[in-house]
């Protein structure tokens, strides 16, 4: 039972380097969001989708890019990184907004 | 804008102590409130408040939902080293995913 599956787990970039993290998920859930976390500043959502062809922004959508085709995955992509986007990077997903979240393992990255 | 504030941000206690941490929101239509912790990686889910469910308990952890206040504690008896971890707050805000505070982080020495 995989639940949410994030690759990689470490990633170092230099900066204007575009990359994409992946997420899956095998729960057939609805609802997919990103969540950035860095120290202090708990965890801020980045973008979200309610349902496969249907994104939306978060708090800090600036630089970042979704799309969903599918229920199951929800990449995610940066555009040219910055040293401001150093940070661990987490995929969830639930039934719906008024549901606990399953979060992935997360993804650490560092740009320098 | 619907917002989550935790209180204190960091905390250290001896094993065996029992200790409080708060969580108060500001949400334009309340629906629930729930509780996270975090050790090294992932959060992992420890409770959900409703306004049918507002008190909740699992082995040494409790917490209840005040409503009037608009807050929630999250209590933790005999406490462990264990138990060290960032405890997280959240409520859902609209039809986006959860609205997090900035956590408490607990740490339990021996």
């Known amino acids: 039972n995989a639940g949410v599956t994030q690759t990689p787990k470490f990633q170092v970039l230099k900066t204007g380097q575009s990359m994409t993290l992946q997420c899956a998920q095998d729960m057939n859930h609805e609802y997919m969001s990103w969540y950035r976390q860095d120290p202090g500043m708990g965890l801020r959502l980045i973008h979200y989708s309610v349902g496969a062809g249907i994104t939306d922004q978060g708090e800090v959508p600036n630089g970042y890019n979704v799309s969903r085709s599918t229920t199951e995955d929800f990449p995610l992509r940066l555009l040219s990184a910055a040293p401001s986007q150093t940070s661990v990077y987490f995929c969830?997903?639930?039934?719906?907004?008024?549901?606990?979240?399953?979060f992935g393992n997360g993804t650490r990255l560092t740009v320098t | 804008e619907d917002k989550v504030v935790q209180s204190p941000l960091s905390l250290v206690v001896h094993e065996g102590d029992t200790v409080t941490l708060n969580c108060s929101y500001e949400v334009t239509n309340f629906r629930s409130l729930l509780w996270y912790k975090q050790e090294k990686k992932a959060p992992t889910f420890l409770f959900m408040l409703?306004?049918?469910?507002i008190e909740k308990k699992s082995g040494r952890l409790s917490s209840i939902l005040d409503k009037k206040e608009l807050s929630s504690i999250l209590n933790i008896t005999a406490t462990q080293t264990g138990d060290s971890a960032i405890y997280l707050c959240a409520v859902p805000s609209g039809n986006t995913p959860l609205v997090f505070g900035k956590g408490t982080r607990l740490s339990v020495i021996a």
């Open positions: 409703t306004s049918s469910g």
């Open positions: 969830a997903s639930s039934l719906g907004s008024n549901s606990p979240l399953h």
